[in-house]
């Protein structure tokens, strides 16, 4: 099983900054995508960003490319988002994922979850 610990969440004002993290342990040699989430309250969860764990090929929903990034650290097991000019519409939890299949990639699927960071953007 992989193990997944999401950081770096927050409080930040509307066109700011910040950077999450996600430290993957356990099965990481399986691992062929990671990818970030999101759930605004009473909201379904929303792909928001992936990433091909070998070839690096990322893929983003619409409504954050050109604001968000996501990157890896293979030596660590870490992957990142970094966010910039956030919106109050970003306010969500954030959740990492990681997709241990052989179809994984940065479309998904992902099959192993964190628990969550949240992120609180104000106007």
């Known amino acids: 099983q992989a193990q997944l610990v999401e950081s770096g969440g927050g409080l930040v004002q509307a066109g700011g900054s910040l950077r999450l993290s996600c430290a993957a342990s356990g099965r990481t040699s399986s691992m062929y995508a990671m990818g970030w989430f999101r759930q605004a309250p009473e909201k379904e969860r929303e792909f928001v960003a992936g990433l091909s764990w070998k070839g690096g090929r990322t893929y983003y929903t619409e409504s954050v490319k050109g604001r968000f990034t996501i990157s890896r650290d293979n030596a660590k097991n870490t992957v990142y988002l970094q966010m910039s000019s956030l919106k109050p519409e970003d306010t969500a939890v954030y959740y990492c994922?990681?997709?241990?299949?052989?179809?994984?990639?940065?479309?998904?699927?992902?099959?192993?979850w964190g628990q969550g960071t949240q992120v609180i953007v104000s106007s």
């Open positions: 994922a990681a997709g241990t299949t052989a179809y994984s990639s940065e479309y998904g699927p992902y099959d192993y």
